[in-house]
């Protein structure tokens, strides 16, 4: 693989389930984000990590988990989804070198949620 | 909260013709981003302008900072059909995690 992978593509939920959405990046990129799409509203951060080990969370982080195991895998989880959590999710990566203010971010191909 | 806000929201225009999308911001940046995105796709990043720049070029994309101003400009020269997407611009603010805001978006279409 090269670049970002995000599985699945699609996804339709029963609210109150439990959900995990996976991303992979095979580039060896320090820094990962999580962020959810709705129409309107842009772009918002839901959780990131700076490193392998380490997570914070963004603008909207509630109802949503993430952990970083190693350096290529950032999973999203879901606990009990909610129908306001319906949504196009999108996964990132930066190389994020400290000091070289090179922070492009490269994105996956997304992951459309409904939650009923 | 949106750092950044594009404007405007919808731009269309004729293949050949320039299209100008602008972004303003807020809070002192170290640098802005502008991407783009193709109807259900993920965002590609075009180009990326640091504070101590005023002009970027690459391709047919020119990008103007004016940090006193807290406002860029990206120009797509000569637009083509396949120009048509959504363009976001992100700033980033630096610090130890460099996480970029991005703002809500224009949506450029480009008639052939």
């Known amino acids: 693989i090269a670049g970002i992978t995000q599985a699945p593509t699609s996804q339709i939920l029963a609210a109150g389930r439990r959900m995990t959405l996976r991303c992979t990046q095979d580039?060896?990129?320090?820094?990962m984000y999580w962020y959810r799409q709705d129409l309107g509203l842009g772009l918002r951060l839901i959780h990131y990590s700076n490193t392998a080990g380490t997570t914070g969370k963004g603008e909207v982080p509630d109802g949503y988990s993430v952990s970083r195991a190693n350096t290529d895998d950032f999973p999203l989880t879901l606990a009990s989804a909610v129908p306001s959590q319906t949504s196009v999710y999108f996964c990132?990566?930066?190389?994020?070198?400290?000091?070289?203010?090179?922070?492009?971010?490269?994105f996956g191909p997304g992951t459309r949620l409904t939650v009923l | 909260s949106q750092q950044g806000e594009e404007d405007p929201q919808a731009l269309s225009i004729q293949e050949g013709e320039n299209a100008t999308m602008n972004c303003s911001y807020k809070t002192s940046i170290n640098n802005l981003q502008w991407y783009r995105q193709n109807s259900g796709r993920g965002l590609v990043h075009l180009i990326l302008i640091r504070s101590n720049e005023r002009e970027k070029h690459s391709g047919r994309l020119r990008v103007t900072l004016d940090t006193s101003k807290k406002s860029s400009s990206l120009l797509i020269t000569a637009s083509r059909a396949a120009d048509t997407a959504s363009y976001f611009c992100a700033t980033g603010s630096g610090g130890s995690n460099y996480k970029l805001t991005f703002g809500k978006g224009t949506l450029l279409t480009v008639n052939p």
């Open positions: 990132a990566s930066s190389k994020q070198n400290a000091g070289a203010g090179n922070n492009e971010q490269f």
């Open positions: 580039m060896r990129h320090n820094a």
